[in-house]
Nanobody
């Protein structure tokens, strides 16, 4: 059974940091490109960051310099480190795995507010 389970979300003040984790099971994690998406209230889901099977990363411009993505194939986990958080980063953050199939996690809520 394929599972992507995100964790690490929560309420944080502006300027704070969070690290999201996405634990994978049920498929060959190391063969899949991994990415983080987010969906803010009333907005479409958008790509935030991605990491290939070889470790190449891409970060969307709105979070470049503040967010980073990494993966640990031994732990079957992908991470999103979020620093200098802003209220506009408030969203549900989703983990996605893609190769021949595409899998999504259930999402974790991030709220940036004072």
């Amino acid at each position: 059974q394929v599972q992507l389970v995100e964790s690490g979300g929560g309420l944080v003040q502006p300027g704070g940091s969070l690290r999201l984790s996405c634990a994978a099971s049920g498929f060959t994690f190391s063969s899949y490109d991994m990415s983080w998406y987010r969906q803010a209230p009333g907005k479409e889901r958008e790509l935030v960051a991605s990491i290939s099977t070889r470790g190449s990363t891409a970060i969307t411009n709105s979070v470049k310099g503040r967010f980073s993505i990494s993966r640990d194939n031994a732990k079957r986990t992908v991470y999103l480190q979020m620093n200098s958080l802003k209220p506009e980063d408030t969203a549900v953050y989703y983990c996605r795995a893609s190769w021949y199939s595409v899998y999504w996690g259930q999402g974790t809520h991030v709220t940036v507010s004072s």
